[in-house]
């Protein structure tokens, strides 16, 4: 099992930096991969990149060149994950979430909320 949350959400004016954080914990070590996704409201939920246990990294054409996704390495039992989002866009609000992939199975968060606004 493992348990997945999401922190660092909130209002941001187009332009500006936002950085999430992504907190796994239980059965980090069995994590192949941590994704980042988006769902604006009326939307399909998009997937906006992607970090591999080895450290390789993959975005989405849309946030390619402005939002990058790091790693801290596995501490004790949390392996934490960010998402810096730079030059943000009003396009850019939504929920974004974080799943964490087992062989077994994915694991989500709740979810944290991103509005970007003037």
């Known amino acids: 099992q493992v348990r997945v949350v999401e922190s660092g959400g909130g209002l941001v004016q187009p332009g500006g930096s936002l950085r999430l954080s992504c907190a796994a914990s239980g059965s980090i070590f069995s994590i192949y991969a941590m994704d980042w996704y988006r769902q604006a409201p009326g939307k399909q939920r998009e997937l906006v990149g992607t970090i591999t246990s080895g450290g390789r990294t993959n975005y989405a054409d849309s946030v390619k060149g402005r939002f990058t996704i790091s790693r801290d390495n596995a501490k004790n039992t949390v392996y934490t994950v960010y998402l810096q989002m730079n030059s943000l866009k009003p396009e850019d609000t939504a929920v974004y979430s974080c799943?964490?992939?087992?062989?077994?199975?994915?694991?989500w968060g709740q979810g944290t909320q991103v509005t970007v606004s003037s």
């Open positions: 799943t964490a992939r087992l062989n077994s199975r994915n694991f």
